[in-house]
């Protein structure tokens, strides 16, 4: 039993001032895209959101829309809302601009968290990616000293963690192709990503659908 956790994010100056979450990929809102593959395999659905109101018409009443108890903290501040208010104690995390997630990646992740670690993370390339990762919902209180740190990123909070790292290998053993981590952090990004889903020709591989960087230091402890 999971809860899936949508960081919904913010306006992205980066996108113009969109919302990630909001843009149209495949004939529908991403968030809706999203929702639709956690409901594969999590029990329940949570969006942490800094305003639930434009969200409100595009899930289904189901779908639990929280807010941060700390508003204008990243990415750690909606993981810490969400931790505290999962109803299971397995947390699938993921941010707002990942067009292709992927349930069975997400399930082996569970799977092979090892006992007692806080998460199991997919390391694809090399690098750790702390989002689209699964989490124990007793986290909440790491991310919260993280908060009080003054971290943002889930990089930040991955650092203060004992986690499971599940190596690429292991997806594409399993027929999971690696890039269920992409995410589109720039319109010009977003532009190629809807592409190529239209054309069945997306190429992980390639610069621009590479994923966030930023955790080449990241260890685990």
């Given at each position: 039993?999971?809860?899936?956790?949508?960081l919904?994010?913010e306006?992205?100056k980066?996108m113009?001032?969109?919302?990630e979450s909001?843009?149209p990929?495949?004939?529908?809102?991403?968030l809706?895209?999203q929702?639709r593959?956690?409901?594969?395999?999590c029990?329940?659905?949570?969006i942490?959101?800094d305003?639930?109101?434009?969200?409100?018409?595009?899930v289904?009443?189901d779908v639990?829309?929280?807010?941060d108890?700390?508003?204008?903290?990243?990415?750690?501040g909606?993981?810490?809302a969400?931790f505290?208010?999962a109803?299971?104690?397995a947390?699938w995390?993921?941010g707002?601009g990942m067009?292709f997630?992927s349930?069975a990646a997400?399930?082996?992740?569970?799977?092979?968290k090892e006992?007692?670690a806080?998460?199991?993370?997919?390391?694809?390339g090399g690098?750790?990616?702390?989002l689209?990762?699964v989490?124990?919902?007793?986290?909440?209180s790491?991310?919260?000293?993280?908060?009080?740190r003054?971290?943002?990123r889930?990089?930040?909070?991955?650092?203060?963690?004992?986690w499971?790292p599940?190596?690429?290998?292991?997806f594409?053993a399993?027929?999971?192709?690696p890039?269920f981590?992409?995410?589109?952090g720039?319109?010009?990004?977003?532009?190629?990503?809807a592409?190529?889903?239209?054309?069945?020709?997306f190429?992980f591989?390639?610069p621009?659908?590479?994923h966030?960087e930023?955790?080449?230091?990241l260890k685990?402890?």
């Amino acid at each position: 039993m999971m809860t899936g956790l949508i960081l919904a994010g913010e306006p992205d100056k980066r996108m113009g001032g969109r919302r990630e979450s909001l843009l149209p990929f495949g004939g529908e809102p991403l968030l809706a895209r999203q929702v639709r593959e956690m409901r594969r395999v999590c029990a329940e659905v949570v969006i942490a959101a800094d305003n639930p109101r434009p969200y409100l018409r595009i899930v289904d009443a189901d779908v639990r829309i929280i807010s941060d108890y700390y508003s204008g903290k990243g990415a750690i501040g909606g993981m810490h809302a969400g931790f505290s208010l999962a109803r299971h104690d397995a947390v699938w995390v993921v941010g707002c601009g990942m067009p292709f997630l992927s349930a069975a990646a997400a399930e082996l992740l569970c799977g092979l968290k090892e006992a007692g670690a806080d998460a199991a993370v997919p390391v694809i390339g090399g690098k750790p990616s702390p989002l689209h990762a699964v989490y124990d919902k007793r986290c909440s209180s790491q991310a919260l000293e993280a908060i009080e740190r003054g971290e943002r990123r889930a990089e930040g909070l991955l650092r203060a963690l004992n986690w499971t790292p599940v190596d690429e290998s292991l997806f594409v053993a399993a027929g999971i192709e690696p890039h269920f981590v992409a995410a589109i952090g720039s319109y010009a990004r977003y532009t190629a990503m809807a592409q190529a889903l239209e054309t069945d020709k997306f190429e992980f591989k390639k610069p621009a659908f590479q994923h966030r960087e930023g955790c080449e230091n990241l260890k685990k402890e």
